[in-house]
């Protein structure tokens, strides 16, 4: 009993220690990155404060700790192993990720302050091959979805933009898969991991379901690639490069699916067209985890900060994406939903598919 506890106790330390360094390690890059960029304020436009009415600073800290409080229960409860991203081994590549952050800088900085959003369009689109919603460089980002270099700096840019959170926030939504599906044999659950990116989420994933027949689908083939590189260890994993609105699989293929990120950069059109797609390759009893974006009124002290998100990044869909009705959309679709979990900035529907 009592070295249990003493495990406990030592688990809990590891954790504290690992995430307060990464947390420090990406937060201080966001201090430095606000610090060396132009300001928010552009003439005629409203002031950037995100953290300006009286309590807020308190409110978001609150929401910010909870969450790793949330991810350490989630670790003790066995729902998935604690990271293991904090090592000697990384720190080279975590000095070159933040040194490339830096040197890119300066042009996204200079996109926000022209409001340049659609460079990338230029050039890419000759074969008609991209919708053109899609080809646009959203949070202002280099290349948009369309580099190698993109898909390999865009971890430490989110984690930048989140001071050290994403990781946690998406494994908040693994934590509601892992609750639907333990217990059951993982060798015959057939995972989609819907706009898969470079393959951040599937990792978490087979971390802790190793056996899993995973799929990734994302219409970026620079980010597919980064994908399949990291996952390499997997030899079940497979990831397809194509469009969730029109969806590659045959009806009822898969047995669980997940979509992290990927809402509030549709259209509102699109996404009605991804939710149906998403119904259709479900089997029945299938779970679907949804994790984007808090919308306005699931954490009102976080309001003001989700209205400035599209005036400070290039969030072309975000301001309808925040009063969208998924529970609706989904509902139109066959889905229940089955939990509902904030995670600081995200929020975590996980459904059922009737
Ligand atoms: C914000 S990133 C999220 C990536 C990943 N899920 C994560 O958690 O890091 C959005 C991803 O959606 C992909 N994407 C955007 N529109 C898509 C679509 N219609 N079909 C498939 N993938 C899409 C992009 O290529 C990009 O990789």
């Not at 800290?61 to 604690?82: M, S, T, V």
């Not at 720190?91 to 959003?117: C, H, M, T, Y």
Request: with cysteine.
């Amino acid at each position: 009993m009592a070295s249990m506890s003493l495990m406990r106790d030592l688990g809990r330390a590891r954790y504290a220690a690992a995430q307060g360094a990464r947390v420090a390690w990406y937060m201080g890059q966001y201090l430095l990155a606000r610090r060396i960029s132009g300001p928010f304020d552009r003439p005629g436009e409203p002031k950037f404060e995100p953290q300006a009415a009286e309590g807020d600073t308190v409110r978001i800290r609150a929401a910010f700790l909870d969450l790793f409080a949330r991810d350490r229960a989630n670790i003790e409860a066995g729902l998935y192993p604690a990271p293991n991203d904090i090592r000697v081994t990384r720190a080279i590549e975590a000095l070159r990720s933040s040194a490339n952050f830096f040197r890119d800088l300066p042009k996204v900085d200079q996109r926000r302050l022209e409001r340049s959003g659609t460079e990338v369009r230029a050039g890419a689109n000759g074969e008609g091959r991209y919708p053109n919603y899609y080809l646009q460089n959203f949070h202002y980002q280099t290349g948009g979805w369309l580099s190698q270099d993109s898909a390999k700096l865009y971890d430490t840019q989110v984690e930048i933009l989140f001071g050290g959170a994403a990781d946690a926030m998406r494994r908040i939504a693994l934590g509601s898969l892992a609750r639907a599906i333990r217990g059951t044999d993982q060798r015959r659950i057939k995972l989609l991991d819907v706009a898969s990116g470079n393959g951040r989420f599937l990792r978490q994933a087979l971390a802790a379901f190793p056996r899993i027949p995973a799929t990734g689908l994302d219409l970026s083939p620079a980010y597919c690639e980064e994908a399949r590189k990291r996952l390499s260890d997997w030899p079940q994993v497979e990831i397809v490069t194509g469009a969730i609105e029109h969806a590659p699989f045959d009806d009822e293929s898969f047995d669980a699916a997940t979509c992290i990120y990927l809402f509030h950069e549709l259209p509102p059109r699109v996404r009605r067209d991804a939710a149906r797609e998403i119904g259709r390759i479900l089997k029945p009893g299938a779970n679907f985890v949804l994790a984007d974006s808090i919308q306005t009124g699931d954490a009102a002290d976080l309001d003001r900060m989700l209205e400035y998100f599209p005036v400070g990044f290039h969030e072309p869909y975000f301001t309808s994406y925040l009063k969208e009705d998924f529970v609706g959309l989904f509902a139109e679709n066959g889905f229940e939903v089955e939990e509902t979990e904030l995670a600081f900035l995200t929020k975590v529907t996980r459904f059922r598919k009737r």
